[in-house]
Structure formats: structure tokens, C-alpha cells
């Protein structure tokens, strides 16, 4: 059965934490559902785990819609959120509209989030109002990293605390069904969980939010030197990922791989067409199992006949 906002709010009134993870393409979205997230953020965060850039703000609409399309391939039946990246909704109401319902028309995806509080509330309730929900993103909101001069914790003075909550409480009234909370205080986002009816998705925000969300990249450990405080790596593909390629490229380079049973041969009356490959196996560049293939081939080089094997491997 396929999730919605409903199933979404259900679980924060009745208390039950909701899972959510960022998600880029086909086979991660599919392996996540599988496990059991709740919701999947395609987030814009691409940018930065997939891109290599060192903000969100490249991205476009179109390589949003290009991620989204595959994640929701992978998880035809998560609820899935793809993020409006930077400048696509900030511009205009109109602007907004036009790009939130190109995302929903385009990819299958459930619901928008875009950053920002009581200043994007208008655009937020716009939005609501011809049927796409939106998902708010306040606190450490990545698309401002340079008005917030860096990565840095929000809400840890009364003042900004107090902004957040507007923020928060105007996004809520807007018609926004839910609200990440992105590295603020856990006593604020505790507040904040208490006093809102919609639930409130943290990252970096502590425990006491109705949900959690993370980064993929982050908690399956695939970057060795960014390690976020905020996550906890469950694995470490990073390694796991390096090891094996650095053993394919061992068995490559020392003949160990392919061997014959990795690919196709003829059938056993045109065995005898298939040549030895002398050289290189006097070489000593086959391993042990090709040489004992090539040995078993009843012909040599010289008798191979290029045109009578052509119409048999063509078959
Ligand atoms: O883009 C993203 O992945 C996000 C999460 C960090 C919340 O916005």
C-alpha cells in the first residue's frame, strides 16, 4: 500500500518515529524501501554526494526531476519528497507553482520541500492550495550556507531560537505537512515537536523530533574524511566499496579474472572451430583454469578458419 500524508501524521499522533533517508537513484531507492523507510528525500544534497560540488546550490530543476524519476522507479510505493532547489521558488509565487507542479507531473513524487520560514509561508501556502504538499526546512538551510556564513548550528541564541519558532508556527499554519528541522538545539526541536501539530523531521536536531532523516552517503559510511557529528555510519561502503574494486583490479591484471565460466561458448561440435591462443598462453598470461580451456581445444591457430567461425558465433 502506498504511503501518505495521512500514514505520515497518523505516526505522529500516535507516536511512532517516522524514518526517513535521502535517496538519488534507482537501486538505492530500492534497497531503502525494502528496508522499510517510511519516506525518501530526493534531496538536493545530490549536488554534493553525487556532483562532488561543495554547496547545493547548482542544481537544477532538471537534474532534480532526472533523480527523482529514478528514485521513484526504485520505490513505487515509499512517499517520496523531492527537494525545489536553489532559485526555482524563490523568485515568485508563480515561479514556485510552475516548478512544484513540473517536479509532481514529471517524476511521480508525493510531496515538495523547499527551505526557508515565515518568508516563503505565502509561496508555501500557494502551493497547498492547488494540491501538492510541501514539506518545510528550517534551521541550517544549505541553499543559504553563505547568508549563514557555513554549516553552522542555528537557534542557539533566544533571539534566533524565538525566529525559528516563527518560522516554524508559519510554515505549520501555511499548510506545510511537515517541517525539517536541520541542526538546531535538541531542547528547541523539542519545543518546537510539542507545540506543532504536523510532525517535524529531524537531522543534527536531537531526539525528541517526530522524525529523523539522513543523509544515505553519511550513515552508510562511503565518505572517509566527512564524517557529520550529526550521523551514525551503520557500515562502511567506503572501504568495503575500495576493497573490492582494488580486488578486481588485482584479478584482471594477474589473469585471474574472467575466467571461461564468465563468458559464453560455442556448442561442443563447433568447439573444435575455437582456437588455442598459443601466444598467449606460451606467454604465461592465462591462469590455471584458461589454460586448462585452451589445452582442451582439439586445434591449433593455424587451422582456425575466421570465416567458418563467423556464422556460428553470429547464431
Ligand atoms: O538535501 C537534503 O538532503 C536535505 C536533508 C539534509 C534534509 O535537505
Redesign the pocket.
Known amino acids: 500500500m502506498k504511503t501518505t500524508i495521512r500514514h505520515i501524521q497518523q505516526k505522529k499522533e500516535q507516536g511512532e518515529p517516522i524514518v ?1 533517508l ?1 535517496a538519488y537513484d534507482y537501486i538505492s531507492a530500492q534497497l531503502s524501501a525494502r528496508a522499510g523507510v517510511d519516506m525518501l ?1 530526493v ?4 549536488g554534493m554526494v553525487i556532483q562532488g560540488h561543495k554547496t ?1 546550490l547548482p542544481v537544477t530543476l532538471e537534474e532534480m526531476i532526472y533523480h527523482t524519476r529514478a528514485v521513484v522507479r526504485g520505490a513505487p510505493d515509499t512517499f517520496i519528497v523531492a ?1 525545489l532547489p536553489f532559485m526555482t521558488y524563490q523568485i515568485s509565487v508563480q515561479q514556485a507553482l510552475e516548478n512544484a507542479g513540473r517536479v509532481m507531473q514529471e517524476t511521480g513524487a508525493q510531496a515538495v ?1 523547499l ?1 526557508g520560514g515565515a518568508h516563503m509561508a505565502e509561496t508555501v501556502r500557494r502551493i497547498v492550495q492547488v494540491g501538492i504538499p510541501v514539506m518545510g ?1 528550517i534551521g541550517l538551510t ?1 541553499q543559504s550556507v553563505n547568508q549563514l556564513g557555513g554549516w553552522r548550528a542555528q537557534g542557539r541564541t533566544s533571539g534566533e531560537a524565538e525566529k525559528l519558532r516563527v518560522d516554524a508556527h508559519s510554515l505549520a499554519e501555511a499548510g506545510a505537512f511537515a517541517i ?1 528541522l ?1 541542526l538546531i538545539p535538541a531542547e528547541l526541536a523539542a519545543v518546537l515537536t510539542a507545540e506543532l501539530s504536523i510532525p517535524t ?1 529531524g ?1 543534527g536536531a536531537g531526539p525528541y523530533c517526530d522524525g529523523q ?3 544515505l552517503h553519511d550513515i552508510l559510511g562511503l565518505f572517509e574524511s566527512f564524517q557529520p557529528k550529526h550521523a551514525r555510519r551503520y557500515a562502511e561502503l567506503g572501504h568495503a566499496i575500495q576493497e573490492a574494486v582494488g580486488q578486481y583490479c588485482d584479478d584482471v591484471r594477474a589473469h585471474e579474472f574472467p575466467t571461461s565460466e564468465h563468458a559464453p561458448h560455442l556448442s561442443t561440435d563447433l568447439a573444435a572451430l575455437y582456437a588455442p591462443m598459443p601466444a598467449l598462453a606460451a606467454q604465461g598470461t592465462t591462469n590455471s583454469e584458461n589454460q586448462d580451456h585452451y589445452s582442451q581445444s582439439k586445434i591449433s591457430v593455424d587451422q582456425l578458419n575466421p570465416s567458418a567461425l563467423r556464422p556460428a558465433l553470429a547464431e
Open positions: 526517513m535521502t528525500l534531496g538536493d544534497s545530490l547545493t527537494d520541500k527551505e526546512h544549505p525539517v536541520e523531521i537531522i532523516v539522513q543523509v
